[in-house]
């Protein structure tokens, strides 16, 4: 199944203006998670939009930073449910119970048949320890440092590592082969200590396992952002990776239809003190949604 194109009637370019998306006071907390979600949003959309796994009609492109960037358009049934069950991770951000999101692509009909897992890792305030999803196998563990090591800066930086992640999403699938025949995808979520146990977000279900991959995946980070009080790791581990490529090497050379204008320039390297990683039990059980291709109920919803 291969990623579809936008074409120019669900394509609206927009406000390039970061703050026609997302906040720009993202040294305080409110607004630090308000970002953290919508980036989550957005990266998620552009990953189906590119995996071509929901259909085109399901999408409308925004212009981020110069980035164009397909989201959900909220017009269609199945993008709006989609939309809807993001929109509830928003509550477990703010309470910080979620700890990791996980887009998860598998071969049908065996939901555990997984091909693909893009992860989003998260981390709280002054946290100084990683919490490893349990049984995942997904090889996330290399990137530990980096995601403890990061800090906020300044919402210049944070807009260029923004550019940077998004960037290196689009190479990562080129490196991607097709996913194969009659795959499907759902969302995933661990959660913290401080989670209740009773509590599970507005379209997920009780799931006693999260995701596990076996050895065949090959791993890569994608990109770290962060906000005043939370940091946001996206890694990707996949079946269908034709080749490891050095992302910061290639990335500036590269012809990327995704770029609407010419970028600002390379983000320098990111450096930090090194820290302690330690493994915490994890709360179970875990979130998982049904499949994101279900088919949109008669009846609607009332609006």
């Given at each position: 199944m291969s990623p579809q194109p936008a074409t120019k009637q669900n394509s609206q370019s927009g406000n390039s203006k970061w703050e026609s998306t997302f906040p720009v006071e993202i040294e305080?907390?409110?607004e630090s998670y308000v970002f953290v979600h919508r980036f989550i949003k957005c990266a998620s959309a552009f990953i189906l939009y590119k995996r071509g796994l929901l259909g085109e009609k399901c999408f409308r492109t925004r212009n981020i930073e110069r980035l164009l960037i397909p989201t959900f358009d909220r017009a269609e049934p199945k993008a709006e449910r989609l939309n809807k069950i993001m929109d509830s991770l928003k509550e477990a951000i703010e309470k910080k119970y979620l700890r990791q999101f996980a887009l998860v692509f598998y071969r049908k009909p065996n939901e555990e048949d997984i091909v693909e897992v893009f992860a989003f890792r998260l981390m709280y305030g002054k946290e100084d320890e990683i919490v490893l999803?349990?049984?995942?196998?997904?090889?996330?563990?290399?990137?530990?440092?980096?995601?403890?090591?990061?800090?906020?800066?300044?919402?210049?930086?944070?807009?260029?590592?923004?550019?940077?992640?998004?960037k290196k999403l689009c190479k990562c699938f080129r490196l991607l082969g097709s996913l194969p025949d009659a795959s499907d995808a759902s969302f995933r979520i661990s959660f913290t200590e401080a989670a209740p146990n009773d509590y599970m977000p507005d379209g997920f279900n009780?799931?006693?396992?999260?995701?596990?991959?076996?050895?065949?995946?090959?791993?890569?980070?994608?990109?770290?952002?962060?906000?005043?009080?939370?940091?946001?790791?996206?890694?990707?581990?996949?079946?269908?990776?034709?080749s490891e490529t050095d992302f910061d090497e290639t990335i500036n050379s590269m012809n990327l239809s995704v770029i609407a204008k010419e970028p600002p320039s390379s983000v320098k390297s990111r450096k930090g003190a090194q820290k302690k990683i330690a493994r915490k039990d994890q709360r179970a059980p875990y979130g998982k949604t049904e499949t994101l291709n279900k088919r949109n109920s008669v009846a609607q919803e009332p609006v």
């Open positions: 305080l907390e409110k999803s349990v049984d995942s196998g997904a090889g996330f563990e290399d990137f530990n440092q980096n995601l403890l090591s990061a800090t906020f800066t300044s919402l210049k930086e944070t807009q260029m590592y923004f550019i940077d992640t998004f009780e799931s006693p396992k999260f995701y596990n991959i076996g050895s065949d995946f090959k791993s890569t980070q994608m990109g770290i952002v962060c906000g005043g009080f939370h940091k946001l790791q996206i890694a990707a581990a996949s079946t269908l990776m034709k």
